[in-house]
C-alpha cells in the first residue's frame, strides 16, 4: 500500500521551477488581525508536492495545518510569498477565477462529510459536475455512478445521506470530492469522525487513489494516523518543523521533532 515514495533529500532539495510540482509554496505568510491583536498563522511556509504523493500534515490543533490546506485549495490567499497549484499562481486570479480552478482542480474531503441531507447520495456526487461544467448532463449520472461503485457504494445511490452510516457518509464524500477528476484531493481530518476500522477502509481507498496517480493531502492530528501515508510534514507554531520524515521510520520519529516545553 501506497507504494509511491519520494527520496527525502530530494524532496527537501528540489529547487527547480515552480512548475515542476503541483503543489509549491514558497515563503508563505499568512497574518490575521483579530480583536485580541496581530496573528501569524503561517510563518515563511515552503512545501514542495509532487504528483502521485500521499502526504499527511501532523501537528497540535492551532499549529497551522487548517490554514495552510486554505492556501492549496485558494480558500484564503496568503499575506507574503507565493502559492502555485497544479501550474497556477494563485495570487494574479479573482475570486471568481479561484472557484473555477478550485471545481476543476482541487477536491476537497471533510471530516464530518458535508453531504446535503437533501439530496441522494447519486445527486451530491453530480453537484460538482454541475458546477465545474466538464461533463454533459447526459454524462453526469453515468459518471457519477461508476465512481460510487470505486468506492463500494453503488447499491445506496438512491438513499439520502442520513439513511447511511458515516463511513458510508465519508466514502460518498470521495466520491464527490473525484467528480471533475481532478489531480488533487485534499482532506482535512478524514476519518477524524469515524471507528478506525472504518478508517482502514477509507484510508485503503486513499491508497487506491494515490496509486492511480493523483495526489492526496491530509491534515490528521492523528501522528500514528499519518504513517500510513507516503510523507509526513510535522507542524508548530505556523511553521514546518520537517517535510522530510519518513513514515518507514515510524510514530518515534515524528514525536521527536516535535517542540519541547
Excluded at 90 to 103: D, I, K, N, T, Y
Excluded at 106 to 127: A, D, H, K, S, W
Excluded at 178 to 188: F, K
Amino acid at each position: 500500500m501506497f507504494r509511491r515514495r519520494r527520496d527525502s533529500t530530494a524532496a527537501a532539495g528540489a529547487a527547480g521551477a515552480a512548475s515542476s510540482h503541483l503543489i509549491d509554496l514558497r515563503g508563505v505568510v499568512k497574518d490575521y488581525v483579530t480583536d485580541a491583536g496581530a496573528f501569524r498563522a503561517l510563518d515563511r511556509i515552503d512545501l514542495q508536492v509532487d504528483r502521485g504523493e500521499f502526504v499527511a500534515v501532523v501537528g497540535r490543533s492551532g499549529c497551522g495545518k487548517s490554514t495552510l490546506m486554505n492556501m492549496i485549495t485558494g480558500i484564503d490567499r496568503a499575506t507574503e510569498g507565493t502559492v502555485t497549484v497544479a501550474g497556477q499562481e494563485l495570487a494574479g486570479l479573482s475570486e471568481g477565477q479561484v472557484a473555477v480552478w478550485r471545481g476543476r482542480t482541487v477536491g476537497v474531503i471533510f471530516q464530518f462529510f458535508q453531504l446535503l441531507p437533501t439530496l441522494t447520495v447519486v445527486e451530491n456526487v453530480m453537484l460538482p459536475m454541475d458546477f465545474g461544467g466538464r461533463w454533459t448532463p447526459a454524462e453526469r449520472e453515468t459518471r457519477a455512478m461508476a465512481l460510487l461503485d470505486k468506492v463500494g457504494m453503488a447499491d445506496q445511490a438512491r438513499k439520502l445521506p442520513n439513511n447511511t452510516s458515516g463511513g458510508q457518509q465519508q466514502r460518498v464524500a470521495i466520491a464527490r470530492a473525484l467528480a471533475n477528476d481532478p489531480p488533487i484531493l485534499v482532506a482535512d481530518e478524514p476519518t477524524g469522525n469515524l471507528d478506525s476500522l472504518t478508517a482502514d477502509v477509507v484510508l485503503e481507498l486513499f491508497g487506491s487513489i494515490v496509486d492511480g496517480g493523483r495526489t492526496i493531502v491530509m491534515v490528521t492530528h492523528d501522528a500514528e494516523l499519518a504513517t500510513r501515508s507516503g510523507r509526513i510534514v510535522h507542524m508548530a507554531d505556523g511553521r514546518i518543523l520537517d517535510g522530510r520524515l519518513d513514515p518507514a521510520l515510524g510514530l518515534a520519529s515524528i514525536l521527536a521533532a516535535a517542540p519541547r516545553a
